[in-house]
């Protein structure tokens, strides 16, 4: 393996590095490196044009071996797609599913279902009586539903060749971000209006959860003295448990924010991380222009079936992932976009050492991902409404629509409130449609309000953990419509008691 160059050279970086995203769409296409769009909703020509995608991108300073024959290459194509094909046709009666890597095998060497929550039996068609209703992982799984009504659009077959080295090419040692996907990227925040990229540095990590710390780690290089990192609470509880597991000398965890200075309780600059929309109240956050100190805004959720559009973002560290964006949480890619080239470079020096890049499948299946969702929009023949976006937003509506109805007949708990405003992406006002319901409970003796979820078999996280009152719960509304419904049910039940 040829030894890595760590850029610590800005100047120097600037020449290795990729320039900010160019306004020109020719440059955006000449980057892009795709190829023609995909032209019919069969599977086969979405992985034909993968191949063709893989083809069009392979260095050509060498000569490369001879292609196979065609009846060789259309052989194993045939293989892959089958296997993926027979894996996706069980339907493990709607509550489970097969994939290629399913390990179980029944007695007749058939893979055996793997059963979704709450369900059993060889075809999971078996509901577990009285199952608990969990709400309080963050997994997006509501999307499943509309990649299995669209398999062409996020069906990528990798061969076994396909980039596996450290360096996405050849010669490119410290650039380990794929100019498709970066080019993805792009268009999909030009689609939705939400952030502004023109000009600016994009670091890619393995999830956002990489960068954040990526982030705080790289500012507080920057500073002469120990950084002082703050969230306001409620806040993800990701800030703090990070902040203190890989604290150095150069930075701390310190609660609060003072935002009447630069300085917290312990003195020393201020780094400051906000969730805008906020995780887990879903509020747009800003920090007040007089305050000093650097901010870290995570917009993990400002997308628009999760909140409404109101500007294109353009702060100086911004953070987004994947997962909330098309439920592809397992994938792990998350991207931060940057103005200065010195804190880009620190970030992606973080990124190479403490993972040596970002996980080039994950990044051509994200690319693919991204890239659909953008074609969703733009391709004439498909109705926008079948986007990923309304999709998304129809599903929350109608869930807050359901919770709303069943805490409306108990003064026992309230819910957060949000005000519908204009979205310059769907054109309209937006109800709101959150991911997570922020529950406080209302009487006296409740102090402790996930333990009162679960007693009625409701497992949510507790306030504490966003820096909160226990009072608080956050119950997710991320995950399968059949994790809702058994949530409704639990919640009814609860409510019914008085």
């Given amino acids: 393996m040829k030894n890595p160059v760590i850029c610590t050279n800005s100047e120097v970086c600037e020449r290795l590095l990729p320039r900010p995203p160019s306004a020109s769409p020719q440059a955006r296409d000449d980057d892009r490196g795709w190829g023609s769009s995909l032209k019919t909703c069969a599977l086969c020509v979405s992985v034909l044009f993968n191949l063709a ?78 199952c608990a209703a969990d709400a309080d ?39 380990f971000l794929n100019n498709a996907l970066e080019a993805a990227i792009q268009e999909l925040h030009a689609l939705t209006g939400n952030a502004v990229t023109e000009g600016r540095y994009i670091v890619l990590g ?44 150069n930075y701390r965890w310190a609660g609060e924010p003072e935002r009447s200075s630069s300085t917290s309780l312990n003195g020393g ?25 650097v901010v870290v805004y995570d917009h993990a959720y400002y997308w628009p079936h999760l909140t409404a559009i109101t500007k294109a973002v353009d702060n100086d560290i911004m953070l987004f992932t994947l997962s909330k964006i098309t439920g592809h949480a397992g994938t792990r890619i998350g991207w931060a976009i940057v103005k200065d080239l010195d804190l880009s470079v620190k970030m992606m020096n973080y990124v190479f050492l403490n993972t040596l890049g970002v996980s080039h ?28 976006f309304h999709y998304g937003h129809e599903v929350l509506l109608a869930r807050w629509a359901r919770l709303e109805a069943i805490f409306s007949k108990s003064s026992r708990f309230s819910v957060q409130h949000i005000e519908t405003q204009h979205c310059s992406f769907f054109g309209k006002k937006s109800a709101p449609s959150p991911g997570y319901a922020w529950v406080y409970c209302e009487r006296d003796e409740d102090v402790d309000c996930s333990e009162v979820m679960l007693r009625a078999n409701i497992t949510g996280r507790a306030g504490m953990f ?29 409510v019914s008691q008085g």
């Fill in 53 to 130: 995608f893989w083809y069009s991108s392979a260095p050509q300073q060498v000569a490369l071996a001879p292609p196979a024959p065609a009846a060789a290459e259309s052989s194993w194509l045939s293989a892959a797609v089958q296997a993926a094909e027979t894996a996706a046709m069980r339907s493990c009666s709607g509550h489970g599913d097969v994939f290629i890597d399913t390990v179980l095998v029944g007695s007749d060497g058939a893979q055996i279902c793997e059963c979704h929550e709450c369900f059993t039996g060889p075809d999971c068609a078996v509901p577990i009586p009285d």
């Fill in 361 to 388: 499948d994950s990044q051509l299946r994200a690319t693919q991902l991204l890239h659909s969702v953008v074609k969703s929009y733009t391709r004439p023949t498909m109705s926008p409404e079948k986007g990923i």
């Fill in 206 to 249: 393995t999830g956002s959860m990489q960068l954040i710390n990526a982030a705080v780690h790289s500012l507080a290089l920057q500073q002469p003295n120990v950084s002082n990192v703050v969230a306001l609470a409620p806040y993800y509880g990701a800030y703090e448990l990070q902040t203190k597991i890989f604290s150095t000398a």
């Fill in 269 to 293: 600059p201020v780094i400051e991380l906000i969730a805008s929309p906020n995780n887990p109240t879903a509020t747009i956050q800003e920090v007040p222009s007089n305050t000093s100190g």
């Fill in 466 to 494: 966003f820096g909160s009152s226990n009072r608080y719960v956050r119950l997710t509304l991320l995950r399968r419509q059949t994790n809702f419904e058994n949530l409704a049910a639990h919640l009814s039940v609860l």
């Fill in 137 to 175: 992982s963050g997994d997006p799984q509501l999307f499943e539903d509309y990649w299995r009504r669209h398999p062409e659009m996020g069906t990528v077959v990798t061969p076994g060749w396909y980039r596996m080295g450290y360096q996405i090419r050849d010669g490119q040692s410290m650039n």
